[in-house]
Structures are given as structure tokens and as C-alpha cells.
């Protein structure tokens, strides 16, 4: 089991920044895939970014490339989501995620086994 807790969210002005985190316990951290996924009012939840343990490969949703800049700290058992540029329309929820990705669905909720309870981000106009 992995235990997943997110933080850093919060409430910004359009163009602002934020940096989202994710302390993993319980497990090995660095075992895993990671990726973050966010869900809006009303929205299904939605892929956002990912890295990969065996590559350290980043993908990122066409939405927020550019803007978003995801990495992990096996040291410190923590996964982070640098968020530059905000919009309003990246108002949601954050998820971090823990599992093992075959092939590419990196980008689908099914390979993460374990999901964290996620963070508030709220941008204004």
C-alpha cells in the first residue's frame, strides 16, 4: 500500500503560480509511475502530467504543456507539480497517483492503483 497526500493548493490570480506536492509513504516511492489528474466541477477527471520510473520520461496533457512542469524527489518520497501561467479554466481538484504503467496508457486512471485525496486549486479572472 502507498499512501498519497497532495498539498500546496490554494486560490491565484490568473497568471499566477503555485507548486503542488505529493508525499508518498508506506511503500517504496520509487517504484512507482506518478502523474497528476485533476477534476473540475461537473468534469470527468482529466490527465494532467506524468513521469516515469524507468525513464524519467514527462508527459504532459496538451492543456497545460508549456505551463507545467512535473518532477519527483525519490529522497524525499515526493512528487511535485510546478504550475506557471495559471488560467481559470486549470480550476479543479488535484490528484497525484501512484502505480505501474505498461505501454503508454500513462495518460488513463487505470494503471494508478493508489490515488491521493487531493488539493484545491482555484484560479480567478
Known amino acids: 500500500q502507498v499512501q498519497l497526500v497532495e498539498s500546496g493548493g490554494g486560490s491565484v490570480q490568473a497568471g499566477g503560480s503555485l507548486r503542488l506536492s505529493c508525499v508518498a509513504s508506506?511503500?517504496?516511492?520509487?517504484?512507482?509511475?506518478m502523474a497528476w489528474f485533476r477534476q473540475a466541477p461537473g468534469k470527468e477527471r482529466e490527465f494532467v502530467s506524468a513521469i516515469r520510473i524507468m525513464t524519467w520520461d514527462r508527459h504532459y496533457a496538451d492543456s497545460v504543456q508549456g505551463r507545467f512542469i512535473i518532477s519527483r524527489d525519490n529522497d524525499k518520497n515526493t512528487l511535485y507539480l510546478r504550475m506557471i501561467s495559471l488560467k481559470p479554466e486549470d480550476t479543479a481538484v488535484y490528484f497525484c497517483?501512484?502505480?505501474?504503467?505498461?505501454?503508454?496508457?500513462?495518460?488513463?486512471?487505470?494503471?494508478?492503483?493508489?490515488w491521493g485525496q487531493g488539493t484545491q486549486v482555484t484560479v480567478s479572472s
Open positions: 508506506g511503500h517504496t516511492f520509487s517504484s512507482y509511475d
Open positions: 497517483a501512484a502505480g505501474a504503467v505498461t505501454g503508454d496508457n500513462y495518460y488513463t486512471p487505470t494503471p494508478y492503483a493508489f
